[in-house]
């Protein structure tokens, strides 16, 4: 019995389609800054102007994109691990005296959120069908 549903393929390559897109252009955008920082501070190195928690921030955003790539192959393992992630981000950012603001982090993290609920949706959704 192939039926599927609709609404499921649809959040599923919404979700698809905008976490690749997130993930690479979080990726450009890091990567113009690793060289602009780098032209900026020529003598410093490109970690050690952070300090724990904010390497820490780094590392969990990182895994949460991954979590959104992931998501093309396993839509409940991407999701849930690339939300997880996020929420942490924001989390860990409250406590992060270098941000200029604390809060500032929502609206971004409310954003990368979205594919990650939609993946989870989409295989709830699935799920309930009897899909694999």
Not at 87 to 104: C, D, E, H, K, Y
Not at 106 to 114: K, Q, T
Request: net charge positive.
């Amino acid at each position: 019995m192939n039926t599927q549903n609709p609404l499921a393929n649809a959040f599923r390559w919404i979700a698809r389609i905008s976490g690749v897109l997130m993930t690479v252009l979080t990726l450009f955008i890091g990567s113009g800054e690793a060289l602009d920082g780098r032209s900026r501070h020529p003598g410093a190195t490109l970690l050690g102007q952070f300090n724990p928690l904010v390497l820490s921030i780094f590392a969990l955003w990182g895994t949460g994109l991954a979590g959104l790539l992931l998501g093309w192959w396993k839509e409940r393992l991407g999701g849930i691990l690339s939300l997880c992630c996020f929420i942490s981000v924001f989390v860990l950012n409250l406590f992060n005296s270098q941000a200029p603001s604390r809060t500032g982090a929502l609206a971004p993290m409310l954003i990368f959120c979205v594919p990650s609920a939609l993946f989870i949706a989409s295989w709830r959704m699935r799920s309930r069908e009897g899909e694999p």
